[in-house]
Nanobody
Framework: QVQLVESGGGLVQPGGSLRLSCAASGFTLDTYAIGWFRQAPGKEREGVSC???????????YYADSVKGRFTISRDNAKNTVNLQMNNLKPEDTAVYYC???????????????WGQGTQVTVSS
């Protein structure tokens, strides 16, 4: 069964950093585009970042405007993970973060599947 598992969340002060990881069981991550999403209380789930499939070309990365310059998405193919390095965290980054897989990044959220259970990120002093 294809499944993604997120890890690395926690409580951090504003300005701090966290590194989230998305691990896969049942398939090789680099054959899929992997997206990171987040959902804050009372808000809809939103896209944060995405990295394209490595199958045919070099990775292409995408970021929401709200995280551009602070978050970095990357692959570790040896560990079959996709990581999200989050720097200069702000209280508005507080949310449950999810990863999911799709055939390409530039598609609707409904096309992403194999959602993980999420990892909580709380940014607070």
């Amino acid at each position: 069964q294809v499944q993604l598992v997120e890890s690395g969340g926690g409580l951090v002060q504003p300005g701090g950093s966290l590194r989230l990881s998305c691990a896969a069981s049942g398939f090789t991550l680099d054959t899929y585009a992997i997206g990171w999403f987040r959902q804050a209380p009372g808000k809809e789930r939103e896209g944060v970042s995405c990295i394209s499939s490595s199958a045919n070309s070099a990775d292409i990365t995408y970021y929401a405007d709200s995280v551009k310059g602070r978050f970095t998405i990357s692959r570790d193919n040896a560990k079959n993970t996709v990581n999200l390095q989050m720097n200069n965290l702000k209280p508005e980054d507080t949310a449950v973060y999810y990863c999911a897989a799709a055939t390409k990044c530039l598609t609707v959220q409904a096309d992403f599947g194999s959602w993980g259970q999420g990892t909580q990120v709380t940014v607070s002093s």
